[in-house]
């Protein structure tokens, strides 16, 4: 029983990693996107440039709110995997889930933030 709760423990350190890495780098991508998109205000009328800005900052405000999100889940899950249970699985696979969703939102706006304003 000790050897199956280690395996399941090193199991979901091993799933959190990976989460995380993949959040980073999706994290990262997006920074990457917003500078060039930033770079495009130039070419926007004047009537736009405004707008563009705001929902460009408004992306900003929310990446900036994901990775400070994720930050605290990381020193939480910490903390947490040192008293490894099933409450532990099932914050950290709710965290997930929602973290997925709002990455994918934030996504989804990025795209029509692009749309809308590099005509």
Do not use: C, P, Y
Not at 68 to 95: G, H, I, P, W, Y
């Amino acid at each position: 029983v000790i050897a199956s709760r280690d395996t399941a423990k090193e199991n979901v350190i091993a799933n959190w990693k990976i989460f995380q890495e993949e959040s980073d780098s999706a994290m990262a991508v997006m920074e990457n996107d917003i500078s060039r998109l930033d770079g495009n205000i130039a070419r926007a009328n004047n009537l736009s440039k405004a707008k563009f800005k705001a929902n460009l900052e408004k992306t900003k405000k929310r990446l900036r709110e994901l990775k400070e999100k994720l930050k605290q889940r990381n020193a939480e899950f910490e903390t947490e995997s040192n008293r490894f249970d099933s409450t532990v699985v099932l914050k950290d696979q709710s965290f997930e889930r929602e973290f997925k969703h709002d990455m994918n939102e934030l996504g989804m706006a990025f795209k029509d933030l692009f749309k809308d304003n590099v005509k």
